[in-house]
């Protein structure tokens, strides 16, 4: 008996999102919601309808693990290949190598952090499709953080300062900058973390990151890391998106939403730019083939898209940050107050340094009229003499830290370039240091938090930053030449000056073999 055939009905990509995400949900029946999800009120977010939530991507999970694995196949493709043909010796000069070395200590590990940040919030809340998306996310940020120190790993083996990023990344003061930035947002709540990565950084921030970063890896001959950032570029370019979706969800949810999100807008906006100083100095200082200046990309990626974005929020009633004043005042000083504090303090980093030669310096001029000349290049020419003379200029002592970013107190007045800023609190009975005004107003906002905050350079004057069993009484103790091995940092080896440097030496003499004869 022939027996009747129902065809299936093929479901709309409509349909397949909804039975994937929404439909994964249930409503429980003996446990209280509130109980099921204790993290979502607290911040004082008030959510009416979690169901007007939308993933624009309306990405499902068998989707999300087909593209993935395209990607990955191209990805290791490339990555095997570049290590196969030592294209290590490809690249533009052996000084770029130390942008690898900022990248795998200083960004690297904030993808794993990321990670562990949005698999925690996804499990906090209560609507599905936050949920889901949270957890593609999460496993996003995973798999960059894994690709990255793939591809980096290649470097590891032939040159120094990479072995111990993990360790550097947890002690080493200048590393504490980046760390700080996602242990304050993970130590805040769902819809902070969520503000403060998704909206702050992977949307107004990250193309300060990883454009410049990838254009500048491709054109120094990095085609590693042009790779793996090109894959993960088109993951964040959705992360961008959802992030702008959260904060316009949030908002149009309830007009008391508003100062709330506004407040911690004011705050990551200001903790982004403090972490960028470490990508402005990249871009204007560490790369031999420069792509743009540091001026250049704020111009196009904050004042322009940015800006642009703010006019959007404000029929919301969302402002521009007020840091963002200040911010442009220190646009043409950024990079080089930090460049000249590294150069002074390189005996605590992980990485070479080295004074900008005339046509450098030329072009820092040409993109910095206004400040180079006058401010700048009188140090540089001042540090380059002593260079010569067989004394070069180092600080040894260890630089204080701002209580609430943690970066080294370097920074200028506020339209004053020749007075060192810096700001104090005292909070029940004890002082405490920073490096603005804005960082001063986010410690005396949640302070019962900052003072919580483990510096690292404050640790080594505790007597912290120390290997047990070490005897700080002995005889001829030395305390800093104990915190560098703390540190796992081979003073010379690790850091100091580029010109003469054993990376130097090796790149020279390698490259020099591959291209002869015998």
């Not at 959510?47 to 999300?64: N, V």
């Amino acid at each position: 008996m022939d027996m009747p055939v129902t065809k299936k009905k093929k479901l709309g990509l409509k349909e397949r999102y909804a039975l994937m995400t929404r439909g994964l949900g249930w409503e429980p029946s003996y446990q209280p919601i509130d109980d099921i999800f204790p993290m979502d009120r607290f911040e004082g977010i008030r959510i009416h309808d979690w169901d007007a939530w939308e993933d624009p991507f309306r990405l499902t999970m068998d989707a999300y693990w087909k593209y993935q694995a395209e990607k990955e196949r191209k990805l290791y493709a490339i990555v095997d290949a570049f290590a196969q043909s030592n294209g290590h010796l490809t690249l533009s000069d052996a000084r770029y190598i130390n942008t690898v070395k900022l990248f795998v200590n200083g960004f690297a590990p904030l993808e794993y952090m990321s990670h562990r940040g949005f698999a925690h919030i996804g499990r906090q809340f209560r609507g599905v499709g936050p949920r889901v998306a949270c957890m593609m996310q999460s496993l996003d940020e995973m798999r960059h953080s894994q690709t990255q120190i793939h591809a980096i790993s290649n470097y590891n083996r032939y040159y120094s300062g990479m072995a111990e990023f993990r360790h550097h990344h947890d002690y080493l003061p200048y590393l504490q900058v980046p760390k700080s930035f996602f242990e304050d947002a993970a130590t805040g709540g769902p819809f902070e973390f969520i503000v403060a990565i998704g909206f702050a950084f992977e949307y107004v921030l990250t193309n300060l990151v990883f454009v410049p970063f990838i254009s500048g890896a491709a054109y120094n001959g990095d085609m590693g890391a042009m790779t793996f950032g090109f894959s993960a570029q088109s993951d964040e370019a959705r992360h961008m998106t959802l992030g702008l979706e959260v904060i316009k969800f949030v908002l149009e949810q309830d007009p008391a939403n508003v100062p709330i999100v506004q407040k911690w807008l004011n705050k990551w906006t200001w903790r982004g730019v403090r972490l960028l100083t470490l990508v402005a100095m990249m871009q204007d200082y560490m790369l031999p083939k420069r792509v743009m200046s540091w001026a250049e990309a704020w111009e196009i990626y904050f004042e322009e898209n940015c800006g642009a974005l703010f006019r959007d929020l404000a029929r919301y009633g969302i402002v521009m940050p007020p840091c963002v004043e200040q911010i442009r005042l220190e646009r043409d000083h950024l990079s080089h107050i930090a460049w000249c504090h590294f150069y002074q303090a390189r005996g605590t980093s992980d990485f070479h340094v080295w004074l900008p030669s005339k046509e450098d310096m030329d072009w820092l001029s040409a993109k910095y009229p206004d400040t180079f000349d006058r401010y700048y290049r009188p140090r540089y020419e001042y540090w380059a003499k002593c260079e010569a003379e067989g004394k070069p200029f180092e600080a040894t002592a260890v630089p204080m830290q701002c209580q609430v970013c943690q970066i080294p107190m370097m920074f200028t007045e506020p339209g004053d370039p020749l007075t060192l800023c810096q700001r104090h609190a005292e909070y029940k009975g004890e002082q405490y240091h920073f490096c603005s005004d804005h960082c001063r107003d986010i410690f005396e906002d949640e302070p019962e938090k900052f003072i919580q905050s483990k510096i690292a350079g404050h640790e080594v004057f505790k007597g912290n930053a120390f290997r047990p069993g070490t005897d700080p009484t002995a005889e001829g103790f030395n305390p800093a030449a104990e915190a560098l091995a703390f540190f796992r940092i081979e003073h010379g080896r690790d850091n100091g000056l580029h010109n003469g440097s054993r990376d130097e030496a090796n790149f020279a003499m390698w490259r020099g073999l591959a291209k002869a004869n015998d």
